[in-house]
Nanobody, 119 residues
Framework: QVQLVESGGGSVQPGGSLRLSCAASGSIVSIYVMCWYRQAPGKQRELVATITSDGSTNYADSVKGRFTVSRDNANNTGYLQMNLLKPEDTAVYYC?????????????WGQGTQVTVSS
């Protein structure tokens, strides 16, 4: 089993920055892809950024040029650096990983961390 724990959320003024972390633990053989999703009140969960095991990245158009996704494979940790934050970035941010344990390859989710952008 694999557990994901996000941290780094909080409140920030427009134009500010936050760095989210996603620490994976448990019986991990490898993590194939890590993603960050977000869900604002009354809206569907949306994909924000993706990073594969070889470091390839992809971003939602709404965050391109402002957000950077990265990962530390040695420590099974993913990051989302968020700059030039806007009020519309306010949401609960979730970490997702497709990971291999000794017996299974499954999808895992973190519990979410709140990001609030407001003046």
């Amino acid at each position: 089993q694999v557990q994901l724990v996000e941290s780094g959320g909080g409140s920030v003024q427009p134009g500010g920055s936050l760095r989210l972390s996603c620490a994976a633990s448990g019986s991990i053989v490898s993590i194939y892809v890590m993603c960050w999703y977000r869900q604002a009140p009354g809206k569907q969960r949306e994909l924000v950024a993706t990073i594969t095991s070889d470091g390839s990245t992809n971003y939602a158009d709404s965050v391109k040029g402002r957000f950077t996704v990265s990962r530390d494979n040695a420590n099974n940790t993913g990051y989302l650096q968020m700059n030039l934050l806007k009020p519309e970035d306010t949401a609960v941010y979730y970490c997702y990983a497709n990971a291999q344990s000794p017996y299974y390859r499954l999808n895992y989710w973190g519990q979410g961390t709140q990001v609030t952008v407001s003046s």
